[in-house]
């Protein structure tokens, strides 16, 4: 009988191949969008490295200082040159024309005072374009690989899209429409290391954000107590602001004035924590606290003295920098649970050992010891609940805590309520999943034996089971069940399924005795299915134990069968 | 036109296992192919992602455009065959002969029955707030999941 296999890679229809397409290209022209402007402004620090360097008069400067307490600093300057034989001026300082922290622009100030004669960099191809600092800014390097990921994901996305479609149609085109079987160690690799690279995305971005939010700013503060402290005036403080989608957010920004060994600094940090954040009123109290003229104490860096702050406590707002942690732990338990299971999975080598007929060797685990071990322990749920809660939990007080309880527009926070019921309500069914696990592990310990411990099809099976602590217990229910469990896919979405096709119930009873321990046979019938493990698609033999309490809750273990093929051939 | 079939003696389409399987390729190829490769694979059909696996591989001689070679392959113990509410399990022998695209194909069934078994899904117990429910709502036993 030759036959033709259906073609398995269903990649779905034309209009979705193009609907998927257009998305892909949006992300990638988004993404080279985002590029081009990196690229260019990257460009033009670069090409100004060939400009010709050429003396240059300074003939005004000024600091500009912040209109809204959302910007920042700049320095206005004008300068006056000669380039072949022609008079010329400009006003502009470099590329970069985005304002900065206090200290940079004062410093810019210092170094292109009015009158100073300086070196500028004029355009050759256009003489009246100059610059006075022309550093290329390397540090946007990295950034321009950013976009690129949206790049690659775009048009891979689209290749990978069409390259299946060519596939599929190059197999219904050939004689015999069969699909080549998947290599399953290839395919489990490239999985894991997907599983990895996600996990890793989790990984670095909790470092890094962890490094910066907690571990960076607690160092120095341990650091600083070793600092002197040395009489400072206070020159301005206020407020910044830094809005987006997510609401508005706030930093303190003092500047002030001390000496040093004889030496005159100015310092614009108040503590070690930059960066802005929830907490207006907080912020609006430093600022209060200190106002322009003060005469108060900061603690200087006797390493870099050019480093100060005027506090080196620790502020509650620090512990936020612990979430990223929370990041990092799922990236690291990720990547670990991805190479465990890597190292774990089973190739099913279906041969035959020499000298034996039904042996089954290569899909199974060892065989011997007859304990049954639970498939979950309660200690483990309670880790993993524990876990999911805090995780959740975490990031829904987040949102609570700035939105809710810090929000100033009334509006805004019936809304945020509205919009945040249900994840509430999910965080506090989390919360009780942890207390009902945490009351399983006052429930007894069964200890179940199977004898084989991996039976075969059609062959006899006794089975026995001690718990103790079990007069708690009211009634016991032991069955033996058998499911076909598969993953699939659909369109862009997919899930699991399951279909139970066997149920032997072996034990059922409210008899104490019998509760306490007792055993029993059964047999597996011999026109089953032995268990499967495949990628996607399974057959799972589960005895399951059920003991019912008087008070909740009630017992309840799984443990993994592995049944055998029969040997009758 | 390229020709690349496989058969099984005598038709046979059921296996015990652990049984020999005798097969016959024939190909009559306008390229010399690089080599003849016979693979014996099971392979799932169903609800969920299709699963494969090759299980034995075996090179024939392939000195020629055109020829036909008859040979033996040992069946292994599992998996058996299957017909599932949600996976059917299957086997197959295929020849290959790159740089050729076509492939001959051959499907069988591999069980200690006479026939593959058959899983019928049964009524799976409701889980406890479904069956709290359904006294109220009519909600009927589920058919086989869960």
Known sequence: ?569 | MNILSIKIKDDKTKFLPGEDIQCEVIWDLQKLPKTITVNLFWFTEGQGNPDSEIVRSIELDASGLSGRQWFRLALPVAPYSFTGSLISLSWAVEVVAPPAAERGIYKFSMSPLDNPAVLKAIEAPLPGVLKFLSRFKGIKQMPGGQ
Request: hydrophobic share 40%.
């Open chain 1, 1 to 569: 009988m030759s036959i033709m296999l259906q073609n398995r890679n269903n990649c779905g229809g034309v209009p979705n191949k193009i609907g998927a397409s257009l998305f892909l290209l949006v992300f990638a022209l988004s993404g080279m969008f985002f590029m081009g402007i990196m690229a260019y402004s990257f460009y033009q620090g670069a090409a100004a490295g060939s400009w010709v360097e050429t003396p240059c008069r300074i003939t005004a400067g000024e600091i500009v200082y912040p209109q809204r307490s959302g910007s920042k600093y700049s320095y206005k300057v004008a300068y006056r040159y000669v380039y072949s034989g022609r008079n010329y001026s400009a006003t502009r300082l470099s590329f970069n024309t985005q304002g900065s922290e206090y200290k940079k622009v004062l410093k810019l100030s210092q170094d292109y005072a009015p009158g100073m004669d300086v070196k500028c960099y004029v355009n050759p191809s256009n003489p009246s374009d100059a610059v006075l600092v022309r550093k290329v800014d390397f540090k946007l390097l990295p950034f321009m690989f950013i976009p690129l990921i949206f790049v690659a994901i775009g048009f891979g996305g689209i290749y990978l899209t069409w390259r299946k479609k060519k596939q599929a149609e190059a197999a219904v085109d050939s004689a015999v429409a069969a699909p080549l079987p998947p290599s399953p160690l290839k395919s489990a690799r490239a999985g894991r290391y997907g599983l990895c690279v996600f996990f890793g995305i989790f990984l670095l971005v909790g470092v890094f954000a962890g490094y910066f939010m907690f571990l960076k700013p607690v160092f120095k503060i341990w650091l600083s107590s070793s600092w002197p402290q040395v009489p400072c005036v206070i020159e301005s403080s206020r407020m910044t602001e830094s809005s987006d989608s997510d609401g508005t957010t706030y930093g303190v920004e003092v500047i002030y004035r001390y000496q040093y060994q004889g030496t005159a600094y100015v310092g614009d940090k108040y503590d070690f924590i930059s960066g802005t954040s929830s907490g207006h009123e907080a912020k609006a109290r430093i600022v209060r606290n200190y106002s322009p003229g003060q005469k108060t104490f900061c603690y200087v860096n006797p390493a870099n003295p050019d480093d100060a702050v005027l506090s080196r406590t620790f502020r509650s707002e620090l512990w936020l920098g612990l979430i990223p942690g929370a990041f990092a732990l799922v990236g690291f338990i990720g990547i670990t649970g991805a190479l465990r299971f890597g190292r774990k999975r089973k190739v099913h080598v279906y041969e035959q050992p020499p000298g034996s007929g039904l042996n089954y060797a290569g899909g199974f685990d060892g065989i011997g010891e007859n304990v049954l071990k639970p498939v979950t322990t309660p200690l483990k749920s309670l880790f993993g609940t524990i876990f999911v809660a805090v995780f959740w939990n975490g990031i829904v007080s987040i949102f609570v805590y700035q939105d809710l309880i810090k929000g100033t527009n009334s509006l805004m926070k019936f809304g945020v309520s509205l919009f945040m019921i249900p994840f509430i309500l999910v965080g506090l069914l989390l919360i009780g999943l942890v207390l009902h696990t945490l009351l399983q592990l006052f429930n007894p310990r069964p200890v179940v034996k199977l004898d084989p411990v991996s039976p075969a099809l059609g062959g006899r099976v006794s089975l026995s089971w001690e718990i103790p602590g079990y007069r708690s217990l009211t009634r016991l229910e032991i069955k033996l069940e058998g499911s076909e469990e598969v993953k699939f896919k659909s369109g862009d979405s997919g899930g699991t399924a399951k279909k139970l096709f066997e149920q032997i119930s072996i034990v059922d009873t409210e008899d104490t005795r019998e509760i306490a321990a007792g055993n029993a046979t059964f047999t597996i019938p011999a026109e089953s299915m032995h268990s499967f493990d495949a990628d996607s698609n399974k057959i799972i033999w589960r005895l399951k134990l059920k003991g019912r309490k008087k008070l909740l809750p009630a017992l309840s273990y799984e443990y993994a069968v592995n049944v055998m093929p029969g040997g009758k051939f």
